[in-house]
């Protein structure tokens, strides 16, 4: 990637990052307000459960896409690397290959899923159930991009911090 390429990508993932914050504060401040609401003043707000359960799919599938970019999801990798260690970049590629063929799939199901359900709306929040399905499609195009290019060059796209092996 080009030192362009590079800012655009990196200012994608803080947006991301950001994006992940304001969910998870949103989702606090929701839940906190709801529960002395209802034991408090015998009282809630109904949409409450609804919005924290979709910014916790959002939370989730976002935070899956930033944790394959940062190569921390969990993996064993001890066998490999000390009794094949000359095969290590070969498997990485195998493996980055899987996930490329698992994030696809969840794209297809997920696209035809939010398609299906853009005119289910909710009787509480108002907002089509396809909100749900949407954060899988955007989640599995970041991680598209991130697979594809870790088929060719595993290392690619790492923080700087995990590419010197700092991190391990």
Known sequence: MGGCGVKLWNTLWRFVDVIMALLLTAMIILVFANVVLRYGFSSSLRPSVELSRLGLVWLVMLGAAVVL?????????EFSEVLLPRLVPFLRRCVYVVVLVSVLMLFWGAFRQMNANWNNISQLTGLPSALLYLAGVIS?????????????????????????????
């Open 69 to 77: 970019r940062r190569g921390e999801h969990l993996a064993v990798a």
């Open 140 to 168: 599995s195009i970041l991680m598209t991009m991130i697979a594809a290019i870790r088929v060719f060059n595993p290392d690619a796209l790492l923080p700087d911090e995990k590419k010197n092996g700092a991190a391990k």
